[in-house]
């Protein structure tokens, strides 16, 4: 007869799982992953300098920042295709309402 629990921690370790955790956390998913020892001495003793109280914390704070990343690097790309599909009268126009915009609020700032 075999050991669930065992048969479980079997299956684990061989692929990433993942698993809905309590009812007290239902917005959450648990995931496991392997890490080298030395990322995981790493993310120990770095997750109290984010304020963070766990190192499931601090993973999902560098997740979320690592998204943040990508999202304002999108936006860049996005900026930058409509900018240089600007014609070059449409461009002069551009900057000289954002020169306007300048010293208006230069001369608020005063």
Do not use: C
């Not at 629990?5 to 079997?10: A, G, L």
């Not at 601090?58 to 990508?70: P, S």
């Amino acid at each position: 007869m075999k050991n669930m629990h065992t048969t479980d921690m079997r299956m684990s370790r061989t692929r990433t799982t993942t698993r809905k955790t309590s009812s007290r956390s239902s917005a959450k998913e648990r995931i496991t992953v392997s890490l080298s020892k030395e990322k995981v001495r790493f993310l120990k003793a770095h997750r109290g300098h984010r304020g963070t109280p766990s190192v499931s914390a601090y993973v999902e704070r560098l997740v979320a920042d690592a998204q943040e990343r990508a999202q304002f690097e999108k936006l860049s790309a996005h900026t930058a295709l409509y900018y240089d599909s600007l014609s070059a009268k449409e461009a002069e126009e551009l900057s000289v309402w954002g020169e306007l915009g300048e010293s208006a609020l230069a001369t608020e700032e005063e």
